[in-house]
Structures are given as structure tokens and as C-alpha cells.
């Protein structure tokens, strides 16, 4: 069965430049601007944080509520879909410490309540998918939350969140540090070990974003694989990176094409999208982009993907196989990298 893949991303992936050095260099397209955006660059999903959705996630629900109507209206009308709401957490001055992970069982109390009607606001707009990129559950020194208990709030978070509504699937984001200095669940493998102690394992599963496994010294293939096997690899964040550093949201391919390569590959032979996964792009336009140049990015993303899953369905399988029985390994470094020069 050949795979028709979707693409989605989200209203952040199209940004006026500002940088923690420096300000805007570009006027912000609107909310409504930005949805134009995405059938012309051949874009079907949109991925929201519960304030992209509503004006503000401290409003009143009824406000909130209306908000989100609208939301659904905006994307009935385009012919999109929303793929998923992630709480915005980390922005909110509550979520200083952590949110789900704080000391304060003040800022406890605001994150559940807040993550709640993320779930409500979801099913207003279409989706069972609740994302948790848990930005600051973590420390910036070992000794400033009790390590243990924290593992045991975000379990409790997730359990709260599976039985305030049966249809939700939770998909950690996991990422080993930034803003963080040190995060607690650091890597999809920690999290899904989680994910089996929760009151709903079936509905705990994955998104992984290639900077992510980069950042904690992993390589995207594999970590996406770990979480096929468990049949867990519920979306991905598709982007790249140039080494150890912080999160660049580079374009998806444009540092290292054979490790691009291996994601596709990985995704594709494992019939990732046939349940209606999205391919999603974490990706963010250069500062020095002009705002009329600034979503191209996304289309470059998604054209690289493209071309390279026509590599992987163009690579000869049989060859690969009797080089991997031969232990041929060297060949098959050359044939993989004349594979990506087109020779
Ligand atoms: C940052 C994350 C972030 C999330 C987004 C949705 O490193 O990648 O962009 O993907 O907030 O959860
Ligand atoms: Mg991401």
C-alpha cells in the first residue's frame, strides 16, 4: 500500500524572526494570514497550542469555548485539520518553576485545570490528540525539585488528563534540555517507559522531533523506530540540526541528508502515515528571511521529504539485503551515498 502523506505544522513555524538576541525583523502575518499558507504550500494539518487556538487560555471558558468555534469554523471552511493541542505551559508566569513538575501546588492546581480545557478545546476543533512537550519539567540545578515525586506528577498529570476524557491520546514531545538545563524525561525511551504506568498505556504513545534525538545524542531513525515497534509513533516533528547545540528548527535535510534519508526510509518501510499520521515540520524560517520569502522553510521541508522518500522507494532493496547478509558494509556505505549524488 503506497502512503499518501500529510503534512502539517504549526502557527509558531511561521514567525517574524525574533530570537532570544534580538527582536522581530519581520511584521507577523496574522493567525487568519497564516492559514492561507497552508493548502498553497501543500499543507492539509494544522498543529495548535491552546492559546494559537483561543485569545487566552486564562479567559473564562465561555469565551474560550467561542473561540475555538470559530477555530473549527476557519479550518472547515480551508478544508484543514487540526492534529493535535499542546498546552502552552511554559509561557504562563504559574509555570515559572514547571508547571506539571513545580513545588508550588498552586501552579499544580492552574496546570491541570489549563491542560483540561486544552482537552475540551481539542474536541471543539477536531482532534483526540493532546501533546505534552513538557518545556520546563526539569532543573536548572539537580537540587531545586525533588526528582523522584517529579516522575510521579507527570504520571499523575497524564492520569488525570486519560480519565477527564476517554478519547484523548497523550503523545510526549520529549527533549533532553532547552530551556532546561536538564530535563527529567529526556528521550522517547524514558517517556514510553512512563507511558506503561499510566492508568491508559494504549493511549500514551509518541511525537518525535528529529532536533530532539539529536540534542541528547541519538540518532531520529532510530528513536522513531523504538517507537514503531510499540506502534507508539504517533506524529513527528521533522527538522534538522547542526550538532550539539540549541534547538536550531533547521529545514528538514539541509545539514545531513543521509541521516534526513534514514527517517524517511524508516517512516515509509514501517507504514508510518497509513493511519492518518501526519508528517509534521518543526522547522523556522532564518532570521535574515524577508516576510514575503519567510515560509519557504516549509515548502523546502516537505520538498526534501518528497524527494527523498522517491529515494527510498527507488533504493534496490535486494541489493541492500545481500550486502547486509555478506556483511558487506563498506559497499553498502558507497551504494547508500551514490544512491543520494543520483549516481
Ligand atoms: C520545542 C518544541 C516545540 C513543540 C511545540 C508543540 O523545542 O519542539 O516547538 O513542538 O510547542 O508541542
Ligand atoms: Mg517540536
Redesign the pocket.
Known amino acids: 500500500m503506497t502512503t499518501n502523506y500529510r503534512f502539517s505544522f504549526g502557527p509558531w513555524n511561521i514567525h517574524s524572526g525574533s530570537d532570544p538576541f534580538g527582536p522581530a525583523m519581520r511584521d507577523e502575518f496574522t493567525f487568519a494570514e497564516k492559514l492561507e499558507f497552508y493548502k498553497k504550500l501543500g499543507f492539509d494539518g494544522v498543529q495548535f497550542h491552546d492559546d494559537d487556538v483561543v485569545t487566552s487560555a486564562d479567559d473564562p471558558w465561555t469565551k474560550q469555548e467561542s473561540d475555538a468555534k470559530r477555530v473549527r469554523q476557519l479550518l472547515d471552511e480551508r478544508g484543514l485539520v487540526a492534529e493535535f493541542v499542546a498546552p502552552r505551559l511554559w509561557e504562563n508566569e504559574m509555570g515559572i518553576d514547571g508547571s506539571i513538575t513545580s513545588n508550588s501546588p498552586e501552579a499544580r492546581k492552574y496546570t491541570l485545570e489549563r491542560s483540561k480545557r486544552a482537552v475540551d478545546i481539542a474536541q471543539i476543533i477536531g482532534t483526540k490528540n493532546i501533546v505534552l ?1 513538557p518545556a520546563r519539567e526539569g532543573t536548572y540545578m539537580r537540587e531545586a525539585k525533588d526528582p523522584v515525586a517529579s516522575i510521579g506528577r507527570l504520571v499523575e498529570w497524564m492520569n488525570a488528563l486519560l480519565e477527564y476524557n476517554k478519547d484523548i491520546r497523550i503523545l510526549g ?1 520529549m527533549k533532553p534540555n532547552e530551556p532546561m538545563d536538564q530535563a527529567y524525561v529526556p528521550t522517547v525511551g524514558h517517556f514510553l517507559g512512563l507511558a506503561s504506568l499510566t492508568v491508559a498505556p494504549s493511549r500514551v504513545g509518541a ?1 518525535i ?1 528529529s532536533a ?1 534525538s539529536i540534542l541528547a545524542g541519538l540518532d531520529p531513525s532510530d528513536d522513531m523506530a523504538y517507537a514503531l515497534y510499540q506502534k507508539k509513533l504517533w506524529s513527528v ?1 521533522l527538522n534538522d540540526q547542526n550538532g550539539l547545540k540549541f534547538d536550531e528548527d533547521k529545514s528538514f535535510g539541509v545539514v545531513d541528508l543521509r541521516r534526513a534519508f534514514n527517517q524517511v526510509w524508516v517512516l515509509e518501510r514501517n507504514g508510518y502515515g497509513q493511519n492518518g499520521e501526519f508528517v509534521g515540520l ?1 522547522v523556522k524560517a532564518l532570521r535574515t528571511q524577508s516576510k514575503e520569502k519567510s515560509t519557504k522553510h516549509l515548502s523546502n521541508s516537505r520538498e526534501i521529504f518528497l524527494k527523498l522518500l522517491d529515494l527510498v522507494r527507488s533504493l534496490d532493496v535486494k541489493k541492500v539485503e545481500g550486502l547486509r547478509a555478506s556483511r558487506d558494509y563498506e559497499e553498502l556505505d558507497l551504494l547508500i551515498v551514490n544512491h543520494l549524488m543520483g549516481k
Do not use: V, Y
Open positions: 512537550w514531545e511525537l522531533e530532539h516533528h518543526d
